[in-house]
C-alpha cells in the first residue's frame, strides 16, 4: 500500500515549457486534490477532483488544468510554464469531502521554472 | 471567508520541555480540524483529525484540542524531543471539499 505517489520528485523547467504532475493512489479514494506550497503563504488549493471524470477550480487555478480520467490518477498541468509557478506541489486524497475528511498527502514536486 | 491563523511562527525549546501550539480560525462552521507535521523537503504527515463534535484527541505524547465556538484548536507535545523538531500546520475542513491551512508554526527542539 504506497499511499499517494506523485512523479516527478523535481523538475527545472524555462518559461514557456509544459508539463504534467501525476497523482496516483491506492486507497480506492474519491476525492483528490493539488495544492501549491509557496514560502510565507502557506498550502493553497488549485484544483481538486470529486470523482472519475469531475474536476473543479480552487483557490489559485490559472495556469493549470487538470485531467482525472482514472479514479486513481489526477493529473496536473503546466501548458506554458511561468516563474510565478515555481513552488513545491502537493497532491492528496480522501474518501469524501465532507465530514471526516481527513486527507492524505504525497511526497511533493519542487518545480523550479527559469 | 476562512482565515487560520498559527501563532507563533516559530518556537525555539529545550529538550523535555512541555509546549503549546495555537491555532485559530474564523468561521466556526467547521467540519473537523487536522494537524500536520512537515520536516523539511518533505510532504505532510498528519498527526491528529479532530471532528467538529469532539473536544480532543491524542496520540502518545501529543494531544490536541478544539473549541469550536471559540475558534481556536491547541496541540500539546509532552516531553518535546530534538527528533520533533518540524513545521507543525493545522487545517480546517469545511463545506465542499478543500483544506484550508494556516501558514504553519516551525519548532526547534534542541538537546
Known amino acids: 500500500n504506497a499511499g499517494v505517489t506523485q512523479t516527478p520528485k523535481f523538475r527545472v523547467l524555462k518559461t514557456g515549457q509544459s508539463m504534467t504532475l501525476l497523482c496516483a493512489q491506492d486507497m480506492n479514494h474519491e476525492y483528490m486534490y493539488w495544492y501549491r506550497q509557496d514560502p510565507g503563504m502557506g498550502l493553497r488549493l488549485i484544483h481538486y477532483?470529486?470523482?472519475?471524470?469531475?474536476?473543479a477550480k480552487g483557490e489559485v487555478p490559472d495556469g493549470y488544468n487538470v485531467s482525472r480520467l482514472k479514479k486513481q490518477n489526477f493529473l496536473l498541468g503546466l501548458e506554458s510554464a511561468a516563474p510565478s509557478q515555481t513552488s513545491v506541489y502537493f497532491c492528496a486524497s480522501s474518501t469524501w469531502g465532507g465530514m471526516g475528511n481527513e486527507q492524505f498527502f504525497g511526497p511533493g514536486t519542487r518545480l523550479t521554472v527559469l | 471567508k476562512q482565515e487560520v491563523t498559527q501563532i507563533p511562527a516559530a518556537l525555539s525549546v529545550p529538550e523535555g520541555e512541555n509546549l503549546v501550539l495555537n491555532c485559530s480560525f474564523t468561521d466556526s462552521a467547521i467540519y473537523n480540524l487536522q494537524w500536520f507535521r512537515q520536516d523539511p523537503g518533505k510532504g505532510l504527515t498528519s498527526l491528529l483529525l479532530?471532528?467538529?463534535?469532539?473536544r480532543e484527541q491524542t496520540s502518545g505524547r501529543l494531544n490536541a484540542s478544539l473549541d469550536k465556538s471559540s475558534g481556536r484548536s491547541t496541540l500539546y507535545i509532552a516531553a518535546s524531543q530534538p527528533g520533533d523538531s518540524a513545521t507543525y500546520l493545522c487545517a480546517v475542513g469545511q463545506a465542499g471539499t478543500a483544506l484550508i491551512f494556516g501558514k504553519g508554526t516551525t519548532l526547534s527542539v534542541s538537546s
Open positions: 479532530i471532528q467538529s463534535s469532539q
Open positions: 477532483s470529486v470523482g472519475e471524470g469531475t474536476t
